[in-house]
């Protein structure tokens, strides 16, 4: 018996190599080999292949491990090169961008003579009375002095001119717009905004904020057919850079036209569409419940935060902030709002369960933003009561809403159930040194664009001054608080091009270099860290961080 055992279990063990040849191997649809690929997770850990099944990654090894394992429909050498996560853009205007790809670009005007050249090739390009629009001018570099519709009207006498700052903030118009807008020396600034006026009282033709409706509500709505056109260039643009998500600053009745694509299987980045904060709640809920209705993939097409707005910008001055600009004493920027009612705004949008998103840029904006938040904290405390006997096995403690009034003393022990709606503050550009630990401990993810700091940095410490200065465009000392630090591009406010991002993000100089050693250095992240910050902590702030954002089996192929 124990012979015949023996060698039973001897022809076993020589078969056993036999075994493994025989094993078949798991049929798959793409298989990346011989690579770097950087997976972004947590320990920035780096390996040599990756397996892939139709959408998600299947094996994550060596390329010996998975070439063993996997039988590939298509199998690439990838001979050393990088593979990353897709890049998640956590702050875009995609589709502004795209419509933006129709019309003037003068991001790459350098002087006021350029901007008006090209303005001048538009005119003999449309008819007389048209409207010509365009984006991307930055009064900054050409010396800092605002343009004036003088300056349009040289070159287009008969065309109304609509151009909207880099920033999107203030809009630079000719005589014609403003007439045709009947916007003259008695027209009152709305409120939010500025109608600028020379020392006689005459509109410049510079009109910031909310003045900027005065005339851009007259601009015809794109046809459908320059919709399309202006989408598949973003697209295309985005395929190129590897982009493979877009948190959108678009607003819901984009996502029409997106569906359109996505149906169309030409939607080739996944949009997390961003709501308008100033909706009414009703709207909100509304638009929640159509939308629910598509019943779309939500990986590929979803709403996620509500955008709202709390101040302007830096470079137009319109920021809020604590103290006086350093370079305009007397001016601390416009909050569009009262303090009071941005906090009722958002904890009444919070108790609905919504993630709320506000564009803050000066550090009284920030800690308008952080105050609103924090009072969320409070408005949906509960606590639970645990009995005095442990619970029994099985049993749910159920948690009471918080009695008014709170009985004193509290009942004790009491915890606290903390529940995060992952708030955001977005560009967070400006923060007092008091108020980074505060993102921290309210959970407030900090979403941050690098391209913004190398766009700013020729004026903004004369802006600032040099105290404040450290504590603005600061991921690393943001990230040092242990702040979910998600990246974006705000395109079309700068390029979307996500390698200009970690760039800015490691170097902290322009695409020129300047300054050697990097501006405010102590900024400077890895390119590890800058790698994750635009996919996995991007991926964080979509509530995705378990679907994609790392290379990793089980997550999207992204
Ligand atoms: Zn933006």
């Known amino acids: ?40 997770n947590k320990k920035f850990a780096i390996s040599e292949a990756v397996a892939v099944d139709g959408e998600r990654i299947v094996g994550v090894g060596t390329s010996q491990e998975l070439k063993a394992k996997y039988q590939a429909a298509k199998e690439i050498d990838l001979k050393g090169k990088l593979v990353t996560p897709g890049f998640n853009d956590a ?34 390009e449309v008819k007389a009375g048209e409207w010509i629009s365009g984006r991307g001018w930055d009064h900054t570099v050409w010396g800092n002095k605002f343009p004036t519709k003088a300056d349009l009207d040289a070159v287009a006498p008969n065309n109304p001119v609509y151009l909207i700052r880099v920033d999107g903030h203030v ?24 109608i600028e006026r020379d020392a006689a009282g005459e509109a ?15 601009i015809a709505e794109p046809s459908q057919a320059q919709r399309v056109k202006g989408l598949e260039l973003a697209l295309d643009m985005a395929r190129k850079y590897g982009i493979t998500s877009v948190q959108d600053n678009s607003g819901y009745e984009t996502t029409k036209l997106y569906r359109e694509f996505l149906r169309a299987d030409k939607l080739t ?73 941005l906090k009722r705004m958002i904890v009444e949008r919070d108790k609905e369960g919504f993630q709320i998103a506000l564009h803050a840029i000066g550090d009284k904006a920030n800690r308008m933003a952080l105050d609103g938040f924090s009072a969320t904290q409070y408005s949906r405390l509960e606590i639970i009561i645990m009995p005095s006997r442990p619970p029994n096995k099985g049993e749910v403690i159920k948690p009471t809403p918080l009695p008014t009034p709170l009985p004193n003393p509290s009942p004790n022990p009491v915890s606290i159930i903390p529940e995060s709606r992952r708030h955001r503050i977005e560009h967070a550009q400006v923060v007092n040194p008091n108020d980074f ?44 608080y242990d702040v979910h630090v998600p990246f974006g591009t705000d395109f079309p406010v700068e390029s979307i091009n996500p390698y200009q991002t970690l760039y800015a993000a490691v170097s902290r100089q322009d695409t ?19 790698i994750r910050c635009h996919t996995f902590e991007s991926a964080y702030a979509e509530f995705s961080e378990n679907e994609k954002g790392e290379i990793k089996a089980g997550m999207l192929a992204d």
């Open 1 to 40: 018996m124990l012979k015949n055992l023996l060698k039973f279990s001897l022809i076993l063990t020589l078969c056993l190599p036999n075994l493994v040849v025989a094993q078949v191997k798991q049929k798959i649809s793409l298989l990346l080999y011989n690579g770097k690929v950087f997976t972004a």
């Open 91 to 124: 702050h875009v205007h995609f589709f502004r961008g795209a419509l933006s790809l129709l019309n003037i670009s003068l991001n790459d005007a350098k002087t006021l003579k350029e901007a008006k050249a090209k303005v001048a090739a538009k005119v003999k």
């Open 171 to 194: 809009a630079w118009v000719n005589s014609k717009a403003l007439q045709l807008a009947g916007v003259d020396k008695n027209t009152k600034s709305p409120e939010g905004g500025e």
């Open 204 to 218: 410049t033709g510079i009109l910031k904020e909310t003045a900027q409706g005065l005339v851009g509500r007259l």
């Open 269 to 341: 980045v996944r949009v997390s569409e961003w709501q308008n904060f100033e909706d009414t709640v009703d709207e909100l809920k509304r638009q929640r419940a159509e939308f629910a209705s598509f019943g779309d993939n939500p990986s590929r097409l979803k709403l996620t935060a509500l955008k709202g707005y709390v101040d302007g910008t830096l470079g137009s001055k319109t920021a809020a902030m604590l103290a006086p600009f350093s370079d305009d004493a007397g001016n601390s920027g416009i909050p569009r709002r009262l303090p009071e009612e």
């Open 437 to 480: 630990k505060r993102f921290a401990e309210l959970g407030i993810i900090a979403s941050m664009q690098p391209t913004h700091a190398i766009s700013d940095k020729r004026w903004a410490e004369s802006r600032l001054g040099e105290y404040r200065i450290l504590g603005a465009y600061a991921w690393h000392l943001m990230k040092s």
């Open 512 to 530: 020129a270099g300047d300054p050697i050693g990097g501006w405010q250095p102590q900024e400077k992240l890895t390119i590890e860290e800058a």
